[in-house]
């Protein structure tokens, strides 16, 4: 007599019992692989730690210094000086290559007395602008300083009368040079003095 099998799919007793050899065999695997190659599997937690920048302060105290205010009339008699100075440096150039234009047969006889003349009229007019106005007569020591100008300035002025008498001397140009050399010289001092008034004042 045949038996009747009251279950039609008999396959799903089998499967559960598959799935969970499976199971068992991928486990006892891995933890084999791990113990045979030292390697730990256990989670770990990656600590983050977080810097935080150091404030720079930056440094921001000013050093103050003392200065040192000066009437206004002072600076502008300082200005004014300073203005003449140029001056003499620009007549001291014409002069000078004028003088040698003369020794190097540049200029004609009558071209270097009109240029040595016109040196008269510059230097006239220089001394007059050193005399006025002058210092503020309240600074006793800018007065004084400042005669001394206006006595260079005054002998810079007779060097160039000198000049022009030179060349239309007899000699061979010796009164020439010398009236020349005297001029340098005084213009040498003239800007010196210059130097030294505005030095003392803007020192104090």
């Keep these: 007599m045949?038996?009747?099998n009251?279950?039609?799919?008999?396959?799903?007793?089998?499967?559960?019992?598959?799935?969970?050899?499976?199971?068992?065999?991928?486990?006892t695997f891995v933890n084999?692989?791990?113990?045979?190659?030292?390697?730990?599997?256990?989670?770990t937690e990656e600590e983050v730690v977080?810097?935080?920048?150091?404030?720079?302060?930056?440094?921001?105290?000013?050093?103050?210094?003392?200065?040192?205010?000066?009437?206004?009339?002072?600076?502008?008699?300082?200005?004014e000086i300073q203005g003449e100075k140029v001056q003499s440096d620009e007549l001291g150039q014409k002069v000078i290559e004028a003088n040698q234009k003369w020794d190097d047969e540049i200029l004609t006889y009558q071209e270097a007395k009109d240029e040595f003349a016109k040196f008269i009229e510059d230097a006239d007019q220089f001394q007059l602008t050193v005399s006025e106005p002058g210092p503020p007569n309240t600074f006793a020591s800018l007065v004084t300083s400042h005669e001394e100008l206006t006595v260079l300035a005054n002998l810079i002025y007779e060097d160039t009368k000198e000049l022009l008498a030179g060349l239309t001397s007899s000699d061979t140009g010796?009164?020439?040079?010398?009236?020349?050399?005297?001029?340098n010289k005084n213009l040498a001092q003239?800007?010196?003095k210059v130097d030294e008034i505005i030095a003392a004042i803007t020192s104090n």
């Design 2 to 4: 045949e038996t009747f």
């Design 6 to 27: 009251q279950d039609p799919k008999p396959g799903r007793l089998v499967l559960p019992l598959v799935l969970i050899g499976m199971i068992a065999t991928t486990y």
């Design 32 to 43: 084999r692989v791990a113990t045979n190659n030292d390697l730990d599997l256990s989670v």
């Design 50 to 79: 977080v810097t935080e920048e150091e404030a720079v302060t930056e440094d921001t105290t000013t050093t103050s210094t003392t200065t040192t205010t000066l009437p206004g009339e002072v600076v502008t008699y300082l200005e």
């Design 174 to 183: 010796e009164r020439r040079a010398s009236a020349l050399d005297s001029f």
């Design 190 to 192: 003239f800007q010196q």
